[in-house]
C-alpha cells in the first residue's frame, strides 16, 4: 500500500534553531514529491515539487531534498512566521490523486 | 498572483440537506481536484476533473457527490444528502498539468 509518514509530529524551535522535517514515502512509482505549508484554517500553500532522487530545491529559509526513500525539509535560521504545519504529499504514476502525510507542526518561539 | 477562489468559506447545513461548494480556478488550469480534510486528519483526495469529465474518484467519492463545471470557470462539488461525517474542510485544486496541485483556502463545512 502507498504510503507516506511524516516525522516528527511537533516541533518546537527557538528562532534561529535550525532544524529538518522528515517525509518518508513507500510508494509503488514515484512521480513526485511535493512540500506544502498550511496555516490553521486555511488551504495548503505550495512549496516545491521534486521529481528525481537528488534533487534539491530552495525558497528563502527552506530547502527541499530528495532521496529514494525520503525527503527532507531543512529551516535554516527560523523566524516566528515560520510557524505553520508543514505537509508531505506524493504523486504516483496512474493515478492522479496526491497522497498526504499527516504533516508536521511547526512552532518558532522568538 | 491569481489563486484558486473558494466559497463560502464556511457553511453551516442541517443533515439530510444539500450544499454545493463553489471553486473558481486559475484560468490556465486544465486539472482540476477536489479535497477534504477532517478535523486533525490528513488531506483525502476526492476526485480529478480533466476535459469536463471525472478521470478518477475515490473510495469517499460515492453516488451522494458529484461534480460540474457549468460554464467553463465555475467548478463545483455537490452533496445531495448530507451526512454529520460529512463536515470537514473541502478544498479545490488545479493545475496546469496532472502533476501539480495549487490549493484554494477551502470551505468549512458542518453538518448539524
Known amino acids: 500500500e502507498d504510503q507516506v509518514t511524516q516525522s516528527p509530529e511537533a516541533l518546537r524551535l527557538q528562532e534561529g534553531e535550525s532544524s529538518s522535517l522528515n517525509c518518508s514515502y513507500t510508494?509503488?512509482?514515484?512521480?513526485?514529491l511535493f512540500w506544502y505549508r498550511q496555516d490553521p484554517g486555511k488551504g495548503p500553500e505550495f512549496l516545491f515539487t521534486?521529481?528525481?532522487a537528488g534533487e534539491e530545491k530552495e525558497k528563502e529559509r527552506l530547502k527541499a531534498t530528495l532521496t529514494k526513500k525520503e525527503s527532507f525539509l531543512h529551516i535554516t535560521a527560523p523566524k516566528p512566521e515560520d510557524s505553520a504545519t508543514y505537509l508531505c504529499?506524493?504523486?504516483?504514476?496512474?493515478?492522479?490523486?496526491?497522497?498526504f502525510g499527516t504533516g508536521t507542526r511547526l512552532q518558532v518561539f522568538p | 498572483e491569481p489563486e484558486v477562489t473558494q466559497t463560502p468559506s464556511h457553511q453551516v447545513t442541517q443533515m439530510g440537506q444539500e450544499v454545493i461548494l463553489r471553486c473558481v480556478p486559475i484560468?490556465?488550469?486544465?486539472?482540476f481536484y477536489w479535497y477534504r480534510q477532517i478535523l486533525g486528519q490528513k488531506v483525502e483526495f476526492l476526485v480529478s476533473?480533466?476535459?469536463?469529465?471525472?478521470?478518477?474518484k475515490s473510495e469517499i467519492f460515492d453516488d451522494q457527490f458529484s461534480v460540474e463545471r457549468p460554464d467553463g470557470s465555475n467548478f463545483t462539488l455537490k452533496i445531495r444528502s448530507t451526512k454529520l461525517e460529512d463536515s470537514a474542510m473541502y478544498f479545490c485544486a488545479g493545475g496546469t498539468e496532472n502533476t501539480e496541485a495549487f490549493f484554494g483556502q477551502g470551505t468549512r463545512l458542518t453538518v448539524v
Open positions: 484560468s490556465n488550469h486544465l486539472y
Open positions: 504529499a506524493v504523486s504516483i504514476y496512474n493515478t492522479d490523486k496526491l497522497i
Open positions: 476533473f480533466y476535459n469536463n469529465e471525472i478521470s478518477e
Open positions: 521534486l521529481y528525481s
Open positions: 510508494v509503488s512509482g514515484l512521480r513526485g
